[in-house]
């Protein structure tokens, strides 16, 4: 079992930036990927991120490469979200996720990941 806790949403202007943050505690062989998806009212749940742990590895979904970055500080089990240069169809809950990762050192699609967060909203307006 893995706890998650996500903080650093907010409202911002587009064009304007803002860093998530999730601190994993509990077993942390369970959180050897961990990520980001999304879920805005109406809409299906979104990847937007995620790394192996292990090896620093990263996936970043097309809808935001080149303006989100995924990042991580093993020693406080924390990985970053920074967000810039958002747009208005950025707008939704952001949840962290973790998964144990798959046989031979890779994560699976991080919508499907085994644990998340309560969410943090991220509203941009134009």
């Known amino acids: 079992q893995v706890q998650l806790v996500e903080s650093g949403g907010g409202s911002v202007q587009a064009g304007g930036s803002l860093r998530l943050s999730c601190v994993a505690f509990?077993?942390?062989?369970?959180?050897?990927?961990m990520g980001w998806f999304r879920q805005a009212p109406g809409k299906e749940r979104e990847g937007v991120a995620s790394i192996y742990t292990g090896t620093g590895s990263t996936y970043t979904a097309d809808s935001v490469k080149g303006r989100f970055t995924i990042s991580q500080d093993n020693a406080k089990n924390t990985v970053y979200l920074q967000m810039n240069t958002l747009k208005p169809e950025d707008t939704a809950m952001y949840y962290c996720a973790a998964d144990p990762g798959l046989y031979g050192g890779s994560c699976p699609e991080v919508t499907e990941f085994d644990y998340w967060g309560q969410g943090t909203q991220v509203t941009v307006s134009s």
């Open positions: 509990g077993y942390m062989y369970s959180a050897n990927c």
